[in-house]
């Protein structure tokens, strides 16, 4: 178990530009969730999947954004026509339906730069 | 009104005093509560969950919960340097919510030597 790993670590892309990130969950949880943190605040939620449902999606996610996470295992979260204000760390979180009663334990974050 | 209030700090505390760092919520339906601990340019790493009115301790560490008061905390004894770190309080409140973590804004601690 090596623990959530986001790929890659660091982004920076040009504006206008097409970005996709990855996450891999730890290997038996079975719900993922994808959160964006910006300097001296908490992370926001952005979407969640149970398994390869993406059951919901916060209205920070605007129609540039989109996620999935095909069989079940990792996801990839595309952002379209990058902004500047789209700059931010994006934090890939898993947790199990378990007795851990939904712990979510974090990747290390994909941080983006947007010029 | 911000669903999850932290106070941002900083906090500063002399190495080997007491910590203490507060979180109100604002939606009564929680149901899970987590602090977790985030070092700069690192990702969050949970170090308490509490789900239970009352106190729950780990090592130097205690959660406080007090539904009633939509309030909890977590205390640090015998603060080290290696402490200094943002504090980020999350609420989960349950139901269809999926699980998803609401957070504060985090409260930035520094233990002085």
């Known amino acids: 178990d090596t623990g959530v790993s986001q790929d890659p670590r660091h982004k920076i892309t040009k504006r206008g530009q097409n970005v996709t990130f990855r996450c891999d969950p730890i290997?038996?949880?079975?719900?993922l969730y994808w959160y964006r943190q910006t300097l001296g605040q908490g992370p926001e939620f952005l979407t969640y999947f149970q398994n390869e449902a993406q059951l919901e999606k916060s209205r920070l996610l605007s129609d540039r954004f989109s996620a999935e996470r095909p069989k079940g295992s990792f996801s990839t979260l595309e952002i379209q026509r990058t902004e500047q204000g789209d700059s931010a760390m994006y934090l890939c979180a898993s947790s199990s339906d378990g007795a851990t009663k939904n712990i979510q334990y974090f990747g290390a974050g994909t941080r983006l730069s947007v010029l | 009104q911000k669903e999850v209030e932290q106070n941002s700090g900083p906090l500063s505390v002399p190495e080997g005093a007491i910590a203490s760092l507060n979180c109100t919520y604002s939606d009564r339906v929680s149901q899970s509560f987590f602090w977790y601990r985030q070092y700069s340019g690192k990702s969050p790493e949970l170090i308490m969950s509490?789900?239970?009115?009352g106190d729950k301790e780990d090592g130097r560490f205690t959660a406080q919960l007090n539904k009633a008061s939509q309030y909890v905390s977590l205390l640090i004894r015998d603060s080290q340097p290696s402490d200094s770190a943002t504090y980020l309080c999350?609420?989960?409140?349950?139901?269809?919510?999926?699980?998803?973590?609401?957070f504060g804004q985090g409260t930035i601690l520094t233990v002085h030597p």
């Open positions: 999350a609420v989960n409140a349950g139901g269809t919510s999926y699980g998803k973590l609401t």
């Open positions: 290997s038996e949880h079975n719900r």
């Open positions: 509490i789900y239970s009115n």
